[in-house]
């Protein structure tokens, strides 16, 4: 069933007035009275729902029962460099399909692309990618996506475990890494730009507590490494701890 997120409580009548979303269900996929949709509410809890009414500014649905989704067994929040906006967009809604529950864009030394002064239209397409993409792959949350900052910026004491792809690190891998961290562990995952990160800012993030970890023997683009990363994740966590 198409999915939708309100960001609002949900009762059991539910008047829909998002324009968005009745743009969506009346002029994309041309629904009609009977039919039943998935409605996600700000509790991230999800309900089947029948539309009742469709009018020009308001559908009306009745909700049905609750709908139960798998949650990722870790809090990962991936913390991808800036690179072009293709491959960049991309991995953002790669990253919402993986499970990942944040994400942030980071300005580091090598990064071709930087911040302008459409950083604020950016972040916003950047959500409205993150909603869509939450949508089609049937989750119960959106994933978050933060406003840009530096690498040396973000609070690695706000995650229990910070993770780096190094390419000079060649023994730790993520299943090594993985293999003892607990369910809903909170961990940040750091991808560089191409070129990766310099040995200064590599420094930077083990003085903070971060751990380097090896993608193997050959080198990846930035927005491979990033999908390589928490698919890997997500297999080790799922299998672990199933």
């Not at 020009?56 to 649905?61: D, G, I, M, T």
């Not at 890494?177 to 200064?200: D, Q, Y």
Request: include cysteine.
């Amino acid at each position: 069933m198409q999915r939708y997120f309100l960001n609002r409580p949900l009762g059991t009548r539910i008047h829909i007035e998002e324009a968005d979303v009745i743009h969506h269900i009346k002029d994309v996929m041309r629904m009609q009275k009977g039919e039943e949709i998935v409605l996600c509410d700000s509790e991230e809890t999800c309900y089947a729902a029948r539309i009742d009414a469709i009018g020009a500014s308001r559908v009306v649905c009745e909700r049905l029962y609750r709908v139960k989704t798998a949650k990722h067994p870790l809090d990962i929040t991936l913390g991808m460099a800036l690179v072009r906006r293709v491959p960049f967009e991309w991995t953002l809604e790669k990253a919402v399909e993986l499970g990942a529950r944040a994400f942030i864009p980071v300005e580091c030394a090598r990064n071709v692309v930087r911040l302008d002064k459409k950083a604020e239209k950016k972040h916003e397409r950047f959500n409205r990618i993150a909603k869509e993409a939450a949508e089609q792959c049937h989750r119960d949350d959106v994933m978050t996506v933060h406003r840009a900052r530096a690498l040396d910026e973000i609070d690695a004491e706000a995650y229990d475990h910070v993770l780096f792809a190094y390419e000079e690190e060649s023994e730790a891998t993520l299943k090594h890494i993985l293999s003892p961290i607990e369910k809903r562990a909170r961990i940040l995952v750091l991808i560089g730009p191409e070129g990766g990160f310099t040995e200064e800012e590599a420094a930077m993030l083990v003085s903070k507590g971060a751990q380097p970890f090896s993608l193997g023997p050959r080198i990846l683009r930035s927005e491979t490494a990033a999908v390589y990363s928490l698919s890997a994740m997500s297999y080790e966590s799922e299998l672990n701890h199933s």
